[in-house]
Antibody, heavy 122, light 112 residues
Framework: EVQLVQSGAEVKKPGESLKISCKGSGYSFTSYWIGWVRQMPGKGLEWMGIIYPGDSDTRYSPSFQGQVTISADKSISTAYLQWSSLKASDTAMYYC???????????????WGQGTLVTVSS | QSVLTQPPSASGTPGQRVTISCSGSSSNIGSNTVNWYQQLPGTAPKLLIYSNNQRPSGVPDRFSGSKSGTSASLAISGLQSEDEADYYCAAWDDSLNGRNYVFGTGTKVTVL
């Protein structure tokens, strides 16, 4: 079974750093892009960026470029999303998802991780 | 901010047909395929429709998708109580900023 399992909920203070993870199993982790999606409380889905674990090629949404860092460790089939200095506005649920389906412009995301809730509060 | 526009809500009684629209532009829906995701309350999104009108294994055939020009739609026929959820369309967008995946604003479906 293809699965993405994310790390647990985090409570942090403004200015602190954080790295959350997404571990893939049941497929060749290095052969599929992994994307990250933000969902702020009561709001919709926002695409943050994507990484190809095979060579760590990374693309960011313009809205998130410079705000977060996406990385991967293919030796342990894990992708990461990290912040160097959290803000209260980073409070959200974060999902990882595997990109599949042919040409890049035709692809979709499946499956999704269960989500990691990040709460930033003083 | 979302570049795909959906109605904020839709509703119907059990057994009815509900349709959700998704409006985009030539840089996204007009040139790329559309996917739909279902998010049940308190859970992660789940792929519902891919490549405009394809259902993944396990998705009931009462869900169907279509696309025409720069718009797409999701239809739920024979609405059931377990279909109460948020639904999002999505597509790749090719612009001067490169290729980005964009989601719709989301539609909350209520079963009356």
């Amino acid at each position: 079974e293809v699965q993405l399992v994310q790390s647990g909920a985090e409570v942090k203070k403004p200015g602190e750093s954080l790295k959350i993870s997404c571990k893939g199993s049941g497929y060749s982790f290095t052969s599929y892009w992994i994307g990250w999606v933000r969902q702020m409380p009561g709001k919709g889905l926002e695409w943050m960026g994507i990484i190809y674990p095979g060579d760590s090629d990374t693309r960011y949404s313009p809205s998130f470029q410079g705000q977060v860092t996406i990385s991967a460790d293919k030796s342990i089939s894990t992708a990461y999303l990290q912040w160097s200095s959290l803000k209260a506005s980073d409070t959200a649920m974060y999902y990882c998802a595997r990109r599949i389906g042919g040409a890049p412009s035709l692809a979709w995301f499946d499956p999704w991780g269960q989500g990691t809730l990040v709460t930033v509060s003083s | 901010q979302s570049v795909l526009t959906q109605p904020p809500s839709a509703s119907g009684t059990p057994g009815q047909r509900v349709t959700i629209s998704c409006s985009g532009s030539s840089s996204n829906i007009g040139s790329n395929t559309v996917n739909w995701y279902q998010q049940l309350p308190g859970t992660a999104p789940k792929l519902l429709i891919y490549s405009n009108n394809q259902r993944p294994s396990g998705v009931p055939d009462r869900f169907s998708g279509s696309k025409s020009g720069t718009s797409a739609s999701l239809a739920i026929s024979g609405l059931q109580s377990e279909d109460e959820a948020d639904y999002y369309c999505a597509a790749w967008d090719d612009s001067l900023n490169g290729r980005n995946y964009v989601f719709g604003t989301g539609t909350k479906v209520t079963v009356l």
